[in-house]
């Protein structure tokens, strides 16, 4: 599988790691998991990872994603995503997923360091700490 998902609750948030090149229907699968974790909850946070992969894909398959990410918006509820993106590539699809999704309740942000991540997500610990607790 090219992505891990741990949910630490204590914490209240999830992390999706993408650990190879993940195409359009994984990363759809993906998110079909997150609502589907039990315990899952309106106001979750999500780190997703995308360090450790390389994801190909074209205009046509984020918007495909950001629909697939409407339909599940309303069990989110308000709250936040933060990407994590090594690459130009990666970071630049994010940031056309976060203009799709821009009306939806989940707020979206990529970052390319952890150090630009920190204490967006306002759980009040630096990403890299949220990370160390919520190990693969």
């Known amino acids: 599988m090219a992505?891990?998902?741990?949910f630490n609750r204590d914490l209240g948030v999830i992390v999706l790691r993408a650990k190879q090149s993940m195409d359009?229907?994984?990363l759809e699968q993906s998110f079909a998991e997150l609502v589907n974790l039990p315990g899952f909850k309106e106001g979750l946070s999500l780190i997703f990872d995308f360090r450790g992969s390389t994801t190909p894909l074209t205009?046509?398959?984020?918007r495909r994603l950001a629909i697939y990410a409407e339909r599940t918006d309303a069990r989110w509820g308000n709250t936040r995503w933060?990407?994590?993106a090594a690459t130009d590539v990666t970071f630049g699809l994010s940031r056309m997923f976060m203009a799709l999704?821009?009306?939806?309740q989940v707020e979206t942000h990529v970052f390319r360091t952890l150090v630009e991540a920190n204490d967006w997500l306002g759980l009040g610990m630096e990403i890299e700490q949220i990370l160390r607790r919520t190990p693969d």
């Open 82 to 84: 933060s990407f994590l």
């Open 24 to 26: 359009i229907d994984e």
């Open 3 to 6: 992505h891990t998902i741990r």
């Open 101 to 104: 999704t821009a009306k939806h």
């Open 59 to 62: 205009s046509a398959d984020l």
